[in-house]
């Protein structure tokens, strides 16, 4: 039986991923997200203050979206983004361990893989999502990988982009990981800045509801 976590990814196929913001300016930047249309966000450990930025988002922000952690390397780190608020967890790595642990709080696994042999693991161990991870290569790769998985929900990441997004849906992809060509943390801050949050939310949005 799928969880309401997981059912709500699956569901709005958009993950967000905001590594390196600023704590002060993260509330912020998930409302202009949301504004957008993007109802599932992924604040990354290796953040400032990333376990505080997470509960904050929780607590303001949980009842109009999800809120994940990010590049968990170990189930330690796992199980203290899950004490903060996180519901779901997403590695770039297959850790076994991180994904039990995961899984023993009640939260959505999505770990990461990139050949057949680490998918697979990965979803044997109860990766509820597995992350294809780096996906710079194409979609052409994506579908290749997708042929002998069929049964396992797959999210490419790190090389999705508005100009090959419905190419990735096309080729099977079940979700999205959404990196700096959404939220780029090295732009200045500003009012602008959070609007075209939303404009390009809006757009990888479209781009999807569009893709058949």
Known sequence: MSSPVLSHLLEHKLVSIIRGADPDHLVSMVRALHAGGVRSVEITINSPKALAGIEKVADELGDQLMV????VLDPETARAALLAGAQFI???TLNKKTIQM???YGAVSIPGGFTPTEILTAYEHGADIV???PAS???AY???????????PLMPTGGVKLENIREFQQ???AAFGLGSSLVDTSRPYSEEYLRELTRKAQQFVQAISAAF
């Open 68 to 71: 994940g952690a990010g590049t």
């Open 90 to 92: 997403i590695s770039p």
């Open 102 to 104: 995961t899984k023993r």
């Open 131 to 133: 992350k294809v991870f």
């Open 137 to 139: 290569l194409g979609a």
């Open 142 to 152: 994506f579908k290749d990988i997708k042929g002998p998985l069929p049964h396992i």
């Open 171 to 173: 080729a099977g992809a």
